[in-house]
């Protein structure tokens, strides 16, 4: 295959995975979350983008929650453990609460609905919500690992006289996992950015470590849908941020007022991941 080909294939995979919207909305979150990192909760470019970033994502989560209101009604796999299956029924009812309630929170931001005390409060509790449901999602996680773990020691055990890498159902069991391990950490992760969106701990949870932790727990969003070329790309891209704020930071500490004159480059490629953002929802 020729380099052109290569890039043709690459280029199709990009428009498959951008024309969903869960993966536009992932993009636009890693984009919020790395803003709030670099602007640590103070008026400028990054805070601007952080906002404008979160107002715009509510949109792609229009009726969303019919999704988990499915969940909340479909039966449950048979041998699940009642205990599994009242943890998951619960995040499916919190998360679908969250997702109902930050429509009302979206119409309260852009000016359709009036009253801004009550849509910051449905926006509290809509976030309480969802940690909630990032905790209700990390119990049935570490559930689900529990007795997945106990289901491949049997399976070791009866395959202690063969190669068990060779045997698809424990090669299965491994993927399952790891998957599942992945997902523990992100909504673990989930939970501390939910503590720092509700100021629960504002001296231990500031805006950059909410910041910090949310571009993380993104990133794995990213990774459980993304392509992995394309995966790479998106690294890259991110990269140059994050570089761009080291530069910015040490140029500051030499002289904050050199700093205010060459310390654009992370705003820029802040400001270049949300104008790319802009002609993906055009």
């Keep these: ?64 929650f019919v999704n988990d209101l499915h969940g909340l009604i479909s039966p449950t796999p048979q041998g699940t453990p009642l205990p599994l299956v009242l943890l998951g029924k619960s995040k ?32 509290r509790i809509s976030l309480f919500c969802w940690l909630g449901s990032s905790i209700c999602t990390s119990l049935v996680e570490l559930g689900e690992l529990g007795r997945l773990s106990a289901s491949t020691k049997k399976l070791e055990k009866e395959l202690k006289n063969s ?52 571009f993380v727990s993104s990133l794995i969003s990213c990774y459980q849908v993304l392509p992995l070329p394309l995966l790479y790309f998106f690294l890259g891209f991110v990269s140059l941020g994050i570089l761009g704020s080291v530069r910015t930071y040490f140029l500051h500490l030499r002289s904050p007022k050199h700093c205010e004159d060459r310390s654009l480059f992370s705003s820029m490629v802040l400001q270049c991941g949300y104008n790319s953002y802009l002609k993906f929802v055009k």
């Excluded at 080909?5 to 979350?33: F, G, M, P, S, W």
């Excluded at 090669?171 to 629960?200: C, P």
């Design 163 to 214: 190669n068990k890498y060779e045997n698809e159902q424990y090669r299965a069991k491994l993927k399952q996992s790891n998957e599942r391990t992945l997902a523990l950490i992100k909504s673990g992760m989930d939970i501390v950015v939910a503590v720092g969106l509700l100021q629960l701990a504002p001296k231990k949870v500031t805006p950059r470590v909410t910041g910090a932790f949310g």
């Design 1 to 64: 295959m020729s380099t052109l080909d290569a890039t043709r294939a690459e280029l199709a995979l990009l428009v498959l995975y951008l024309n969903k919207a869960e993966a536009r909305d992932k993009i636009c979150r890693a984009i919020q979350y790395g803003s709030k990192f670099l602007s640590n909760g103070e008026p400028g470019t990054a805070q601007n983008v952080d906002k404008s970033t979160s107002l715009a994502r509510k949109v792609f989560r229009l009726f969303k």
């Design 92 to 123: 499916n009812a919190l998360l679908s609460t969250f997702l109902f309630l930050d429509q009302i929170v979206w119409l309260g931001r852009t000016g359709i609905y009036k009253n801004k005390e009550r849509t910051e409060l449905i926006g």
